[in-house]
């Protein structure tokens, strides 16, 4: 992990709210992999507000180029600065940051199941489980069309996919964790990873209670330092059998085995 | 050589003719003011990826209590205009695992350990200070959270009440044997009271200030947007509000002060030193520019280098009104 900066090389709007940047980073292509992620100074340098560093995971490596790049969503002050920025412009960054995860260990079968721009850093575990030849299915849920770009990006890999919108203007109208439950023989022998909001996971956390897939979780919670210094990114993880412990997103995560999660 | 232009005395440069950092804080000396505030650094080996944080003056650790402690609901972070508001609820695994591991990986890398303790009354202070003395010839002080509450007295900060201020700290003092450092909050009246019940007790130097208590609310959800509800307000908003805290105790001469709050730069920190501060603590920051500690020493090095003064001490307390 270093504190970097680079030269962004793209800064392509996919939609109204939507981002694809593309930053040039040897140091990234070479040392980061799927579920890491890198913090983000969102303010013009020496300016203080907004104050704190913003975590994306890594949407994309394409280390022949030593290019990689972030999927965002413009959501507050710090998301409308980097939108804001141009091709040429150098963005201040650290990573890579959280720990990998390990595709080598999987099942043949991997199952990815994103909801809005949980998306993000499933697409690079797509792309690496796909250059391994394991056999991927991208399951995907969205409001609307507004990540439609996205699904060009998911075609150029060769991933097979559905996608699901709530308001049913693009693929299937309804909820992705509904597909994912009338489709659960299918996935039988799949390992599983999801990424999107609290509520999906919860939903998935029931459906996948007593099966025996393996199901890993990235997770996403408010942080500060993103080194594991502050304690400020906590997610609850039950403890034996009553008990309960908080881990540390950036340090412990981001990815953890969604049995454990315990959402208030 | 070094001129000795000022009424200050200070210590011999050691480094050839570049200016001198090191400060005194009673029986604490320092190579520089600059230490890194509690629970924002850790121990200092995370940082050790960036810089080798042994340059810096000291590191102060997290809180450490008796018993490992869980901490507070999430969400625990707030951003807030120029600032960021947490609630971490003194989230630690104890002082024996301080004691056991942590301690030991940090004198590896050659940091100079300031320890922070607390506890939820004044027998578990004394408790925790009873183990603190095992190592203490291996930290160079021992600095007391006095901002967590007082479960005995109704949860109020120990700091709003002098009186117990000089009770955890004379005894802390008579276990230690080494120097202690009150911290102290800015959230209440008597901050000064504060701070020369401290001095009664036997501290060695004051830590200035804590967070200011501050809470945000999700105009969405109706809800606060700490699981906590309140929580403490640091970073570059509340600089003003540390500035003048500090001022206030510097005015009236009481101990030696490490001043913090929102110092981001090395200016920031001269602002410090010239109000009086003796060494100066950076907290917040460091969550932003993981290296801001390093570039903080570099950059009061390069002043004193510019405005050919030798040491920095003919700085401290030079503010004109």
Redesign the interface.
């Known amino acids: ?3 970097l900066s680079g030269e962004i090389l793209s800064n392509e709007k996919y939609s109204d709210n939507l981002y694809r940047m593309e930053i040039f980073s040897p140091y990234i292509c070479k040392n980061a992999t799927a579920g890491q992620f890198i913090n983000v ?1 969102c303010s013009p340098e020496s300016v ?6 913003r975590p994306f995971g890594i949407f994309d490596i394409e280390e022949k180029f030593n290019v990689f790049s972030i999927l965002y969503r413009v959501k507050g002050r710090g998301t409308k600065f980097l939108s804001e920025l141009k091709r040429g412009d150098i963005l201040d960054f ?1 990573g890579p940051m959280g720990n990998e995860i390990d595709l080598n260990g999987n099942e043949n079968n991997i199952l990815l199941i994103g909801g809005g721009i949980g998306i993000a850093p499933l697409y690079l575990i797509a792309k690496l489980a796909g250059g391994m030849k394991k056999n991927v299915f991208f399951a995907a849920g969205f409001k609307d069309n507004s990540y439609l770009r996205w699904e060009k990006d998911l075609i150029e890999l060769k991933i097979n996919h559905a996608v699901l919108t709530e308001d049913g203007s693009w693929g299937e109208k309804g909820l992705v964790s509904d597909y994912v439950w009338n489709n659960i023989r299918s996935f039988k022998n799949f390992d599983i990873y999801c990424c999107g909001p609290r509520d999906m996971l919860k939903t998935l956390q029931n459906i996948y209670k007593d099966r025996n897939n393996k199901v890993t979780a990235l997770l996403d ?16 993880l039950r403890k034996g059998k009553r008990g ?3 881990k540390k997103v950036c340090k412990d995560g981001p990815a953890f085995n969604l049995g454990e999660v315990i959402f ?1 | 050589m070094i001129e000795q232009n000022s009424l200050f005395s200070y210590e011999t440069d050691t480094i050839g003719n570049e200016s001198s950092l090191s400060v005194r804080l009673g029986r604490i000396k320092l190579d520089n003011p600059v230490i890194a505030c509690s ?4 121990y200092g080996v ?2 050790s ?2 810089y080798n944080t042994a340059i810096l003056g000291a590191v102060t650790t997290k809180s450490y209590s008796l018993k490992p402690i ?2 507070n ?7 807030t ?4 508001l ?1 609630s ?1 609820g003194l ?1 630690n695994d104890g002082i024996d695992m301080f004691i056991k591991k942590h301690l030991r990986k940090a004198e590896k890398l050659g940091i100079k350990i300031i320890l922070s303790i607390f506890g939820q009354d004044l027998e578990e202070f004394r408790k925790v200070a009873s183990r603190a003395a095992d190592v203490k010839e291996r930290i160079i002080a021992v600095e007391l959270n006095l901002s967590c509450p007082n479960v005995k007295k109704g949860g109020m900060a120990f700091s709003a009440m002098p009186d117990e201020v000089e009770k955890i700290v004379s005894s802390t003092v008579s276990i230690l044997n080494i120097p202690v450092i009150a911290k102290l909050s800015p959230n209440y009246q008597n901050l000064v009271e504060a701070a020369m019940a401290a001095k009664k007790g036997g501290a060695e130097a004051l830590s200035v200030i804590n967070t200011v208590v501050g809470m945000a609310v999700d105009i969405e959800t109706f809800r606060p947007r700490l699981g906590n509800v309140l929580g403490g307000l640091s ?2 908003a509340v600089k003003p509000i540390a500035l003048a805290k500090v001022y206030s105790l510097t005015r009236e001469k009481i101990l030696p002060v490490i001043g913090m709050g929102g110092i ?1 730069s090395w200016q920031d920190a001269l602002e410090f030193l010239l109000v009086g501060a003796s060494a100066v603590g950076v907290g ?1 920051a ?3 520019q ?2 801001v500690g390093k570039k903080i020493i570099e950059g009061l090095r390069n002043y004193l280098k510019e405005k050919k003064i030798y040491n920095i001490n003919e700085l401290i307390g030079r503010l004109r009104t």
């Open positions: 992990m270093e504190l100074k203080l507000d907004p104050l704190l560093r650290a919670e408010r942080m500060a330092c993103g080194v594991g210094v502050c304690s400020g990114c906590v997610v609850k309960f412990s908080y208030d | 629970g924002t650094f850790a995370e940082y990826q960036f869980k901490g609901p999430p969400p625990r972070i707030c951003e205009a120029s600032g960021m947490n971490i989230q970073g570059p981001f917040t460091n969550f932003i993981y290296d």
